[in-house]
């Protein structure tokens, strides 16, 4: 094992043990490290001995390759954290990163789907699938989608005791292991309890057969023991196609997209949708507020005084050619 390799073990470690780094994020982080110490090795550097000019023009080489803004300041931003690390560590005497400037990220709002969209979604999985079993499972994995917004790998791992005894409320596991608690809607509750019939009657057959039990409410014969996100992926661009609806545009996130949106339409609150979504802070939530516009807008048509007077000037509209 080489220094530089064995200091990104280290740092991985320390964001798995110290901060709870979920598996995703530090997979991301593992991902990105070796692309920058591949080309530290090519450039016969090392860590301990790299400039504030060689980092950046690892960046340059990253923008002449075509990267996305998004990619390299992630890549930038993982070569910050293990610089402070580090540098706390005591692994280098400065931090090299301490200075450097990124691309930023391009503020685009988040793709989502319409209510009418998402409906067709939910009308024809209770249709879809080779067998009765199939269908009620992908019926309460589009319901519970929907009504809560939790993340796919959230979804699908989800423990069967979080669904035992008609809940009206899931205990959800985030980013981090970090716990919440989200509602269900009453079609989401009915469901669930729908599929949680189906699951123990398989369960009883599994268990006469000298089968263990599976603690997962989705469970699966992978390695994982749950359904996987990729075959989650392809279910939901199926079930786009049979409602008609564009495959490109749906994704298990433009479907968490989509609930949070519908909820600050509908009149929300951006702070109550921060903890439906589980996010730390709110700024990252803020992305929805593009929503609120148009809902502005309404109210202001609605209960100011001069548009109400302009309404009843006009015999209720308030066009200014009259139709």
Known sequence: MTRDTAWVDLFL??????????????????????DFTDWVKYQNLSLDNLMQRD??????QC?????????????????RQLYRFAFEERLRADNPAIR????GKAQRLPKTLTEDEVGRLLEVAPQHGRTATERCRNACLMALLYATGMRVSELVSLPLA??????????????????RMVPLSPPARTALVDWLALRDAEETARRSKGLAPSPFLFASGGTAGY?????????????????????????????RHAFATHLLANGADLRVIQTLLGHADIA????YTHVLEARLQALVQEHHPLAQAARRKTGGNTSSDGQ
């Open 100 to 103: 450097i400037k990124g691309p």
């Open 162 to 179: 979080a669904a035992r005894g008609d809940p009206q409320m899931l205990l959800v596991r985030g980013k981090g292991g970090k716990e």
């Open 63 to 79: 923008d002449a390759q075509g990267l996305a803004q998004a990619t390299r300041a992630r890549r930038l931003s993982a070569i």
């Open 284 to 287: 990252t939530t803020e992305i």
């Open 227 to 255: 359904l996987t996100r990729h075959r989650f992926y392809n279910l939901i661009k199926e079930l786009a196609v049979k409602a008609h609806v564009d495959p490109e545009k749906v994704t298990p996130h433009t479907l």
């Open 55 to 60: 980092i950046e023009s690892y960046l340059v």
């Open 13 to 34: 470690e320390a964001q798995a043990a110290e901060l709870g780094a979920a598996k995703n994020t530090l997979m991301a982080y593992a991902r990105d490290l070796r």
